[in-house]
């Protein structure tokens, strides 16, 4: 039995390691202004800088050394991790803040036309060393350990600004929920598999989801080595996609405040499939397990099993069945159904296009894309940054509809006959990327030129005749794109349009039985 001289001492043994420990804390406290081995002393503290610089939060002592020193040169994540959070910059590849499990990211916001926030690039997590991440299982993947949770400073980036006066508007702590990382981890092993068939240099963003293998450096540098293959590969990191980005800023601005943590809280948005589909098929093959039993069916049977009565005579119908199909009847394309509102299209970038063809393996049409933003174009020198590297490097489902009797002209609104034929995942190849960015190369010429027309499109090339795969001109009608567009020269431009030619869709179609 115990005696009461044992109690005692017990406690007062208590009593003076817990002091120990709250005195360790209270100098940590003191000497950081945060407990590094807790998240939620983390967040608390980097709340301080939102609204603010880094000129206007650190000690202005040591802001004029550094000054005079010339540094703060480094990237912005850094400079937030030495001179506010006040600890060293070093290689190790776990999380900043090792004793709480937590990285930090500097993430770029940019103002839209109508002052909205947007997100301005991809969030780069990691670099890739192909050599040793084909040793590496996800769950132990320095992708992983580092960036399960992030904080995430988001700042305003202004033209010219230097790095210490940019202004930070939200703080945020996010988790990779858990269905998230069920997609995330199926990226991860894409893109692994794809080292390991020797084929580093054919990485693309569109080969993936969420998760990507982005392009780093600048041109020009010296690309690396791959194990099994003696082609060099560029330098390429592990990155968030825009889109997936997008979907953190959307939830955050819904929060209306500007420090925000996810961290417990429930699964976000309404999705095309469940955890438990992804613990047993990728993505892409439970959406095409899904499609497989509709090929070789028309699109009237489609509408009697989905939707009986929808009238088939609307020229998005072949879009509308498509939708039914993809989502197991959840979203039909229209309205608050867009499947775009899916969760998995949203956080991919994932475009479904359909492919309406006559019956004697003609396309009715080319394909078009996207408006040309002109302000883009003239704001933004990066081929790699831009929104036409982001829409051709996508991950596209195709789904192709065949007419059985109609040779030419139109369908005259006889959709119901039309039968679906095939459908795949399709991503840009890399050769096919560089004539792309030859494509936004020269349309961005015209544009800095004020030179915003047909004229000088079609002359340079880019016509729907060009055997370049890519052309531009305008879609609808007359009265919606003349004049139509803001020139960032000044006044108003036509509204041109991305497209991609006949014969390109032509080759997809048939490169893909």
Same mark, same amino acid.
């Given at each position: 039995?115990?005696? +009461?001289?044992? /109690?005692?001492?017990?406690?007062?043994?208590?009593?003076?390691?817990?002091?120990?420990?709250?005195?360790?804390?209270?100098?940590?406290?003191?000497?950081?202004?945060?407990?590094?081995?807790? /998240?939620?002393?983390?967040?608390?503290?980097?709340?301080?800088?939102?609204?603010?610089?880094?000129? @206007?939060?650190?000690?202005?002592?040591?802001?004029?050394?550094?000054?005079?020193?010339?540094?703060?040169?480094?990237? #912005?994540?850094?400079?937030?991790?030495?001179?506010?959070?006040?600890?060293?910059?070093? +290689?190790?590849?776990?999380?900043?803040?090792?004793?709480?499990?937590?990285?930090?990211?500097?993430?770029? $916001?940019?103002?839209?036309?109508?002052?909205?926030?947007?997100?301005?690039?991809?969030?780069?997590?990691?670099?890739?060393?192909?050599?040793?991440?084909?040793?590496?299982?996800?769950?132990?993947? #320095?992708?992983? $350990?580092?960036?399960?949770?992030?904080?995430?400073?988001?700042?305003?980036?202004?033209?010219?600004?230097?790095?210490?006066?940019?202004?930070?508007?939200?703080?945020?702590?996010?988790?990779?929920?858990?269905?998230?990382?069920?997609?995330?981890?199926?990226?991860?092993? !894409?893109?692994?598999?794809?080292?390991?068939?020797?084929?580093?240099?054919? $990485?693309?963003?569109?080969?993936?989801?969420?998760?990507?293998?982005?392009?780093?450096?600048?041109?020009?540098?010296?690309?690396?080595?791959?194990?099994?293959?003696?082609?060099?590969?560029?330098?390429?990191?592990?990155?968030?996609?825009?889109?997936?980005?997008?979907?953190?800023?959307?939830?955050?601005?819904?929060?209306?405040?500007?420090?925000?943590? +996810?961290?417990?809280?429930?699964?976000?948005?309404?999705?095309?499939?469940?955890?438990?589909?992804?613990?047993?098929? !990728?993505?892409?093959?439970? /959406?095409?397990?899904?499609?497989?039993?509709?090929?070789?069916?028309?699109?009237?049977?489609?509408?009697?099993?989905?939707?009986? =009565? $929808?009238?088939?005579?609307?020229?998005?119908?072949?879009?509308?069945?498509?939708?039914?199909?993809?989502?197991?009847?959840?979203?039909? =394309?229209?309205?608050?159904?867009?499947? @775009?509102?899916?969760?998995?299209?949203?956080?991919?970038?994932?475009?479904?296009? !359909?492919?309406?063809? *006559?019956?004697?393996?003609?396309?009715?049409?080319?394909?078009?894309?996207?408006?040309?933003?002109?302000?883009?174009?003239?704001?933004?020198?990066?081929?790699?940054?831009?929104?036409?590297?982001?829409?051709?490097?996508?991950?596209?489902?195709?789904?192709? *509809?065949?007419?059985?009797?109609?040779?030419?002209?139109?369908?005259?609104?006889?959709?119901?006959?039309?039968?679906?034929?095939?459908?795949?995942?399709? !991503?840009?190849?890399?050769?096919?990327?560089?004539?792309?960015?030859?494509?936004?190369?020269?349309?961005?010429?015209?544009?800095?030129?004020?030179?915003?027309?047909?004229?000088?499109?079609?002359?340079?090339?880019?016509?729907?005749?060009?055997?370049?795969?890519?052309?531009?001109?305008?879609?609808?009608?007359?009265?919606?794109? #003349?004049?139509?567009?803001?020139?960032?020269?000044?006044?108003?431009?036509?509204?041109?349009?991305?497209?991609?030619?006949?014969?390109?869709?032509?080759?997809?179609?048939?490169?893909?039985?």
């Amino acid at each position: 039995m115990i005696k +009461n001289e044992q /109690i005692n001492a017990i406690i007062q043994y208590i009593h003076k390691s817990l002091y120990i420990c709250e005195q360790k804390i209270k100098s940590l406290m003191e000497n950081l202004g945060y407990d590094k081995t807790s /998240i939620a002393s983390i967040f608390e503290y980097s709340k301080r800088l939102i609204g603010h610089s880094l000129n @206007e939060v650190v000690d202005k002592s040591l802001f004029k050394e550094l000054k005079l020193q010339g540094q703060g040169k480094g990237g #912005l994540g850094q400079m937030i991790e030495k001179y506010y959070f006040k600890y060293d910059i070093n +290689n190790d590849p776990t999380p900043d803040f090792q004793e709480a499990g937590l990285e930090l990211k500097a993430t770029g $916001l940019k103002k839209d036309k109508a002052g909205e926030l947007q997100i301005k690039e991809r969030l780069v997590c990691d670099m890739i060393d192909y050599c040793s991440v084909i040793n590496e299982q996800f769950e132990t993947s #320095l992708f992983y $350990l580092k960036c399960r949770i992030m904080l995430l400073i988001f700042y305003l980036y202004e033209k010219g600004v230097s790095k210490w006066d940019l202004r930070y508007i939200y703080t945020v702590i996010w988790q990779l929920p858990e269905k998230d990382l069920l997609i995330i981890r199926q990226d991860f092993d !894409t893109i692994v598999n794809k080292i390991k068939k020797g084929k580093a240099h054919e $990485l693309s963003e569109g080969d993936t989801d969420y998760l990507a293998a982005c392009r780093k450096g600048q041109k020009g540098e010296k690309e690396r080595k791959q194990p099994f293959s003696d082609i060099l590969a560029p330098r390429r990191a592990f990155s968030l996609k825009p889109a997936y980005m997008r979907t953190i800023l959307s939830y955050v601005k819904d929060q209306k405040r500007s420090d925000v943590s +996810n961290i417990e809280i429930p699964s976000m948005g309404t999705g095309l499939v469940s955890e438990t589909d992804l613990k047993g098929d !990728t993505l892409e093959g439970i /959406i095409l397990k899904r499609i497989k039993p509709w090929i070789g069916k028309s699109v009237q049977d489609i509408i009697d099993y989905y939707q009986p =009565g $929808l009238m088939v005579n609307a020229k998005d119908i072949n879009y509308v069945v498509s939708c039914l199909i993809v989502s197991d009847g959840k979203y039909n =394309g229209r309205g608050k159904q867009h499947i @775009e509102r899916a969760d998995e299209f949203v956080k991919s970038g994932l475009r479904l296009k !359909t492919i309406p063809v *006559f019956s004697n393996n003609r396309l009715k049409e080319a394909m078009s894309y996207e408006n040309i933003d002109y302000e883009e174009l003239y704001n933004n020198d990066n081929w790699f940054d831009s929104t036409t590297y982001e829409l051709f490097s996508s991950r596209f489902l195709f789904l192709v *509809f065949r007419h059985p009797n109609i040779q030419s002209g139109s369908f005259h609104f006889d959709y119901g006959p039309m039968i679906l034929e095939k459908a795949f995942f399709w !991503t840009m190849p890399q050769n096919d990327l560089k004539i792309a960015e030859e494509y936004w190369q020269d349309i961005r010429k015209h544009v800095l030129r004020n030179e915003i027309g047909l004229d000088y499109f079609w002359k340079a090339g880019w016509s729907n005749k060009n055997g370049k795969h890519f052309h531009v001109r305008p879609k609808g009608t007359k009265n919606s794109y #003349l004049g139509a567009a803001d020139n960032p020269n000044g006044g108003k431009a036509d509204k041109y349009c991305y497209w991609f030619n006949k014969e390109y869709v032509t080759n997809i179609i048939e490169s893909n039985k």
